[in-house]
């Protein structure tokens, strides 16, 4: 099982850049999928963004495409969610979480840990 803990969330103007970290951790993180989520007042926590370990494959929802990159530093096993060209619907609790496959990832109940707040001014 993984572990892990978001940082790095803040304030920011429409069009603005923050960049979101994701300390990961456990025996079976070479073999994981790390994505973020997000969910805002009112409405359901969603996907946001994922990264295989072994290969670095990626995959983003839609509505983040083009805007967030998400990427890993293998030495400090760390997770990164680049957000570029924020907008005020960005705005979100961001939460971190690692599981065996995306489908998992996904679709599986989980605790979740405290999450890292962004908020985008128009």
């Known amino acids: 099982q993984v572990q892990t803990v978001e940082s790095g969330g803040g304030l920011v103007q429409a069009g603005g850049s923050l960049r979101l970290s994701c300390a990961a951790s456990?025996?079976?993180?070479?073999?994981?999928?790390v994505g973020w989520f997000r969910q805002a007042p009112g409405k359901e926590r969603g996907f946001v963004a994922a990264?295989?370990?072994?290969?670095?494959?990626?995959s983003y929802a839609d509505s983040v495409k083009g805007r967030f990159t998400i990427s890993k530093d293998n030495a400090k096993n760390t997770v990164y969610l680049q957000m570029d060209n924020l907008k005020p619907e960005d705005t979100a609790v961001y939460y971190c979480?690692?599981?065996?496959?995306?489908?998992?990832?996904?679709?599986?109940?989980?605790?979740w840990g405290q999450g890292t707040q962004v908020t985008v001014s128009s």
């Open positions: 979480a690692a599981d065996l496959s995306i489908q998992a990832l996904t679709r599986t109940p989980r605790s």
């Open positions: 456990g025996r079976t993180l070479g073999r994981s999928v």
């Open positions: 990264i295989r370990w072994s290969d670095g494959n990626r």
